[in-house]
């Protein structure tokens, strides 16, 4: 499966920003790439309209494409069951190249960690005299032949005889949970046989006697046979021990595969470890990721639409590996380590680009689709209406119109009554409902837009506004801060904005005693085209 591609418009997400990740992303998934659309903030009314009208569903939040520790290349898979051998823990290391292994239960839950230090721990040490794992486990792991078994577990203590048979039945005492490991002596066996020992292992031969294996099947007594010799099934016996039978340490907390690498960093600079156990928000074991992983990121990649800033797009941006820019703004500050397709025209709408690019690769988009190109154009040229509006955007228009079966200028007033409505919305929603963050010159600039039928039920509340305006402006430190509230139908906006933005104002747009935090813009409708532009040069 190919890997995601992310899409998506700028923060504080407006109707074209939108739809143009949903519609590229369809473009894209129809010449089999593999693109997901997503916002990255809460949809306005506008928005709402136009996607409930067209039944699309709203696009995933996306909180942010900061490496993850899913994005390294870590060791997929790389555990063991606890029901695994510790000779299968030493052939999985060998085989690969780790020091430590990740252990879990059936249901992968994650256990704890092995370092290579804790099974050579095990094997040099010579007090370790214990034996839990299977019978079959043990036919594997010393060549042994199935003589007699009364039992699939085995659990008990290791008993090696280097005896001579009257000093082994004076000085060793049997048990039941008992497992002698022997070469063929007659007496000694007998002996363990009559004691009803757990399991007898004969070294050096794979045959018996038939009085001895009848007495054994009298006492229920298992026996593997194995042609090996005693020194190497004294030496391998204890490989073939379950991993569960030995101390399985936590010594390396499990890191979960959302961590960020910039976190995990920071943690890994304190622990020092060299291997560390991958798993999911379930504790379920994934895989063992090595710090030496680190270096070899898969950066999330990402198509950034309708901006071309790192401050307008997500978090964790300059982490992602950015393989394509679609806009209509002024180029930014946005830079790449290789070459990427960027396409940047002088048009009202990403959407009208969007569309061309449909033209161009000779795909017809289905109605909805159609749609929410439209509604993204008709929303940023107020229906052709700003002066932003070019020849691709009115003829754009008329085809997309004529695919999607709509009355585009009947259709524009719903998406205009619903972007107007205030209805259970604070002051502060309706400032930031669409709004651009921006420097110039160093100077912090924020500026709100919100089209309405008719502003003069906001101007009833002007002080309220002008309060959370001077309390947002101060709060995020902006020296420049203004909301426009854009009459659709009369082509003109009222600019509010807090007290240090006043003498820019007055400069830009003259020296009139009644615009003090407040004045009417007659023919500005565009804060792309009209107003920034004017900021633009008048703080150069």
């Keep these: 499966m190919k890997d995601n591609i992310y899409a998506f418009g700028h923060k504080n997400p407006d109707t074209d920003s939108v739809c143009s990740a949903i519609t590229l992303a369809y473009l894209k998934n129809s010449r089999k790439m593999h693109v997901t659309p997503y916002i990255l903030g809460e949809i306005n009314n506008e928005t709402k309209y136009v996607l409930n009208y067209f039944k699309v569903n709203k696009p995933l939040y996306l909180n942010d494409v900061k490496l993850q520790i899913s994005d390294l290349n870590y060791k997929k898979d790389c555990f063991l069951i606890d029901n695994n051998t510790l000779n299968d823990l030493y052939l999985f290391m060998q085989k690969e190249n780790i ?16 370092t290579i230090k804790d099974l050579l721990k095990v094997i040099i040490d010579s007090k370790y005299d214990s034996l839990h794992t299977s019978y079959d486990n043990l036919l594997s792991i010393i060549n042994g032949k199935e003589i007699l078994r009364f039992a699939n577990e085995i659990k008990g203590k290791i008993i090696l005889s280097a005896y001579r048979s009257k000093d082994f039945i004076e000085n060793i005492h049997l048990t039941h949970d008992s497992i002698l490991v022997i070469g063929n002596r007659y007496n000694t066996i007998i002996e363990a ?3 009803k020992i757990k399991l007898i292992i004969i070294v050096g031969t794979n045959t018996i006697s038939e009085e001895v294996i009848e007495l054994a099947k009298k006492n229920k007594v298992s026996i593997i046979t194995s042609n090996e010799e005693l020194l190497y099934v004294s030496r391998i016996l204890i490989l073939s021990n379950y991993i569960k039978s030995i101390v399985i340490k936590d010594n390396a907390n499990p890191i979960d595969e959302k961590m960020y690498v910039n976190d995990f960093l920071t943690y890994a600079n304190k622990c020092h470890f060299t291997n560390y156990p ?4 379930k504790k379920r074991v994934l895989g063992l990721l090595r710090i030496e992983d680190v270096n070899t990121p898969n950066k999330k990649k990402v198509i950034m639409l309708d901006h071309n800033e790192y401050f307008q797009s997500v978090d964790g941006i300059e982490e992602a590996d950015i393989i394509e820019i679609i806009d209509h703004h002024k180029i930014g500050n946005i830079n790449s380590s290789s070459p990427i397709n960027f396409r940047n025209m002088a048009v009202g709408s990403t959407n009208t680009i969007i569309y061309e690019m449909y033209k161009e690769n000779k795909v017809k988009p289905p109605k909805n689709i159609a749609g929410l190109m439209l509604s993204g154009i008709i929303s940023d040229t107020l229906m052709l209406h700003s002066p932003t509006t070019t020849n691709y955007d009115i003829q754009a228009v008329e085809e997309l119109s004529k695919i999607a079966k709509i009355d585009p200028v009947k259709y524009s007033k719903g998406m205009f009554s619903a972007a107007a409505s205030i209805k259970g919305k604070t002051i502060e929603e309706l400032i930031y409902n669409d ?15 919100m ?11 002007k002080n309220k506004y002008l309060d959370v305006i001077e309390k947002v402006s101060k709060e995020h430190d902006y020296d420049i801060f203004a909301f426009c509230i854009t009459d659709i139908i009369n ?7 807090n007290k240090n933005s006043e003498n820019v104002f007055r400069s830009v747009f003259g020296n009139n005693s009644e615009m003090y935090e407040g ?12 107003l920034i532009p004017k900021l633009m040069d008048e703080l150069k």
């Excluded at 991958?278 to 928000?281: I, Y």
């Excluded at 089209?451 to 509340?461: F, Q, R, S």
């Design 278 to 281: 991958v798993v999911d928000k």
């Design 99 to 114: 020091t430590g292994v990740p252990i879990c239960r059936s249901n992968k839950e994650y256990l704890g960690m092995i």
């Design 491 to 497: 082509n003109n906006t009222y600019l509010l904005y």
């Design 193 to 195: 046989i009559m004691a």
């Design 435 to 449: 709004f651009k963050s921006f420097n110039i010159n160093n100077r912090k600039i924020g500026i709100g837009q």
């Design 519 to 530: 004045f009417k813009l007659d023919g500005i409708v565009s804060r792309k085209k009209q």
């Design 451 to 461: 089209p309405v039928i008719n502003y003069e039920k906001i101007l009833k509340d």
